[in-house]
């Protein structure tokens, strides 16, 4: 009998652990297609009977529809009742906007407000839109005061009204110190579901404390300790609370040197820490070193989602507010700004080759040979300020390393120039035989690189010098501007050199 040695043993273990997670995303995406289908059969029987009831005889119509109504209503309800919300917004997101409306109708008053956090910002829009101020201010009255902030954006004033009428003091002074912060800092993503502590208190103390308050908020890794002043003096990990003897004091087993974030801190530098240091809350504070609130990783994973959709639909000129379920003319004027953009750019492109109209048909391999230069331009580009716009996003360029990298780019492109020159040129020769036509086609690819990664490098730099996003635009501008300049140096360099 053979003997499994332990290296082998671990790798078996690993192996088994990746099946049952690639099963568990099976199982959970089967899970939702499953229960998706479910819910549209529902809503079109749903559909399917009401017509029926509108073509028979036409007493009763009205109590019949009545009755079927409700039954349906209890069927969605007991159908999204055990979901988990993000599972019953993932459903809602995949509807139609009138089998949405008709799901909503049926299971909002049974559904908290977490619901309408999970929904994509579209979705929220249209659900909000069809709600009763009345019926918005109960669903937020089930929420916390940071989640509720959340919603604000997408609330009527008369909602809010009434959702701070609800408000204790000490309530709304939180929803306003929150919304006071714009989207990007870390006042605007904190939350008060925290435990503070005294730091002249033992453990025993804190443990029957704790055990007296019967639930701790979610994600509580950490304790806060914090002065007569509210002012944080350090804090203590619930691992060091168990491990620690009863009788020490507090002072004896808290860390004071953790990290902690300012409420004006960019909330990007507070992801990449919560990367860094592996981190599931942590303190947020003001100048004078008092606790605010703290932030969690939950926060930090929406804001992280979010902030990637955004830069995507950005980058693909689309309006973060558009649904798929949406409707065509409200799709379309959403994507309407940069197709307008792209066809000025486009037009552009072609004056350029209208002026060498004239080359192209004395030498027609040129128009075949053209648009290789402007897509290995916009390749290239791409590649380049892709990387730039990440590397700007993670905090890695900045006043010390920004000359070494734009080195290192042009240095890249030059060799990737060369390089990519001598394979057209290569290809070219070996289909048109043309000595003079290959050499113009090597150079007029190394240009063309060379004006790509300068455009891929210098588009993001200033945008975020400036203070703008990096992102927005990049991609178009790019493309316009290394397709006109391919065509314009590979036509330029035939019009000196081929063209007698």
Same mark, same amino acid.
């Given at each position: 009998?053979?003997?499994?040695?332990?290296?082998?043993?671990?790798?078996?273990?690993?192996?088994?652990?990746?099946?049952?997670?690639?099963?568990?995303?099976?199982?959970?995406?089967?899970?939702?297609?499953?229960?998706?289908?479910? =819910?549209?059969?529902?809503?079109?029987?749903?559909?399917?009977?009401?017509?029926?009831?509108?073509?028979?005889?036409?007493?009763?119509?009205?109590?019949?529809?009545?009755?079927?109504?409700?039954?349906?209503?209890?069927?969605?309800?007991?159908?999204?009742?055990?979901?988990?919300?993000?599972?019953?917004?993932?459903?809602?997101?995949?509807?139609?906007?009138?089998?949405?409306?008709?799901?909503?109708?049926?299971?909002?008053?049974?559904?908290?407000?977490?619901?309408?956090?999970?929904?994509?910002?579209? =979705?929220?829009?249209?659900?909000?839109?069809?709600?009763?101020?009345?019926?918005?201010?109960?669903?937020?009255?089930?929420?916390?005061?940071?989640?509720?902030?959340?919603?604000?954006?997408?609330?009527?004033?008369?909602?809010?009204?009434?959702?701070?009428?609800?408000?204790?003091?000490?309530?709304?002074?939180?929803?306003?110190?929150?919304?006071?912060?714009?989207?990007?800092?870390?006042?605007?993503?904190?939350?008060?579901?925290?435990?503070?502590?005294?730091?002249?208190?033992?453990?025993?103390?804190?443990?029957?404390?704790?055990?007296?308050?019967?639930?701790?908020?979610?994600?509580?890794?950490?304790?806060?300790?914090?002065?007569?002043?509210?002012?944080?003096?350090?804090?203590?990990?619930?691992?060091?609370?168990?491990?620690?003897?009863?009788?020490?004091?507090?002072?004896?087993?808290?860390?004071?040197?953790?990290?902690?974030?300012?409420?004006?801190?960019?909330?990007?530098?507070?992801?990449?820490?919560?990367?860094?240091?592996?981190?599931?809350?942590?303190?947020?504070?003001?100048?004078?070193?008092?606790?605010?609130?703290?932030?969690?990783?939950?926060?930090?994973?929406?804001?992280?989602?979010?902030?990637?959709?955004?830069?995507?639909?950005?980058?693909?000129?689309?309006?973060?507010?558009?649904?798929?379920?949406?409707?065509?003319?409200?799709?379309?004027?959403?994507?309407?700004?940069?197709?307008?953009?792209?066809?000025?750019?486009?037009?552009?492109?072609?004056?350029?080759?209208?002026?060498?109209?004239?080359?192209?048909?004395?030498?027609?391999?040129?128009?075949?040979?053209?648009?290789?230069?402007?897509?290995?331009?916009?390749?290239?580009?791409?590649?380049?300020?892709?990387?730039?716009?990440?590397?700007?996003?993670?905090?890695?360029?900045?006043?010390?390393?920004?000359?070494?990298?734009?080195?290192?780019?042009?240095?890249?492109?030059?060799?990737?120039?060369?390089?990519?020159?001598?394979?057209?040129?290569?290809?070219?020769?070996?289909?048109?035989?043309?000595?003079?036509?290959?050499?113009?086609?090597? =150079?007029?690819?190394?240009?063309?690189?060379?004006?790509?990664?300068?455009?891929?490098?210098?588009?993001?730099?200033?945008?975020?010098?400036?203070?703008?996003?990096?992102? =927005?635009?990049?991609?178009?501008?790019?493309?316009?501007?290394?397709?006109?300049?391919?065509?314009?140096?590979?036509?330029?360099?035939?019009?000196?050199?081929?063209?007698?």
């Amino acid at each position: 009998m053979g003997v499994i040695s332990g290296s082998e043993t671990s790798l078996i273990i690993k192996e088994w652990q990746r099946t049952m997670q690639s099963s568990e995303k099976i199982n959970s995406a089967q899970f939702l297609e499953h229960q998706l289908q479910e =819910v549209i059969t529902l809503l079109e029987k749903q559909q399917l009977e009401r017509s029926l009831v509108h073509r028979g005889p036409g007493a009763n119509h009205e109590l019949v529809e009545a009755m079927l109504q409700n039954q349906h209503q209890v069927r969605l309800q007991e159908k999204f009742a055990p979901l988990h919300p993000a599972d019953t917004a993932f459903i809602l997101e995949s509807l139609s906007l009138d089998q949405r409306e008709m799901a909503w109708d049926a299971i909002k008053t049974q559904l908290d407000g977490q619901v309408l956090l999970e929904v994509s910002d579209a =979705v929220r829009q249209t659900l909000i839109s069809g709600m009763a101020a009345e019926e918005l201010a109960t669903v937020a009255g089930k929420l916390n005061t940071d989640e509720i902030a959340d919603l604000a954006a997408d609330l009527p004033k008369r909602t809010m009204l009434k959702i701070l009428r609800s408000l204790n003091g000490e309530e709304r002074k939180h929803l306003n110190a929150i919304l006071s912060y714009q989207d990007n800092k870390v006042g605007a993503l904190m939350d008060f579901g925290m435990i503070t502590i005294r730091d002249d208190l033992n453990l025993k103390a804190i443990i029957a404390f704790i055990r007296k308050l019967g639930k701790l908020p979610s994600h509580t890794d950490k304790l806060f300790v914090v002065d007569q002043h509210n002012v944080v003096q350090g804090i203590l990990p619930l691992q060091r609370l168990l491990t620690h003897l009863p009788s020490k004091q507090v002072a004896d087993v808290m860390v004071t040197d953790f990290i902690r974030f300012q409420v004006d801190q960019e909330a990007a530098e507070a992801a990449r820490a919560f990367e860094r240091y592996d981190l599931i809350s942590a303190p947020v504070i003001d100048n004078e070193g008092k606790l605010q609130g703290r932030l969690c990783v939950d926060n930090i994973l929406d804001f992280i989602r979010e902030k990637t959709d955004e830069d995507l639909l950005i980058q693909a000129g689309v309006g973060e507010e558009e649904d798929l379920s949406s409707s065509v003319w409200k799709s379309a004027r959403n994507r309407w700004g940069w197709l307008i953009i792209n066809i000025g750019t486009a037009f552009a492109s072609t004056r350029i080759i209208g002026v060498f109209e004239d080359i192209i048909l004395q030498l027609v391999a040129l128009a075949s040979l053209m648009p290789i230069i402007a897509a290995m331009g916009g390749n290239t580009g791409n590649q380049t300020s892709m990387l730039i716009i990440r590397s700007l996003a993670l905090g890695h360029i900045n006043s010390s390393n920004i000359a070494r990298i734009i080195k290192k780019e042009l240095t890249l492109a030059l060799i990737n120039g060369l390089f990519i020159g001598f394979i057209l040129g290569l290809l070219s020769m070996l289909l048109y035989w043309d000595v003079a036509l290959s050499v113009v086609m090597a =150079v007029a690819m190394l240009i063309n690189l060379l004006v790509a990664v300068i455009v891929g490098l210098g588009i993001p730099l200033l945008r975020h010098k400036f203070g703008k996003d990096p992102a =927005v635009g990049t991609s178009v501008i790019l493309t316009a501007i290394t397709d006109s300049m391919g065509f314009f140096i590979f036509l330029g360099l035939a019009s000196l050199f081929l063209i007698k």
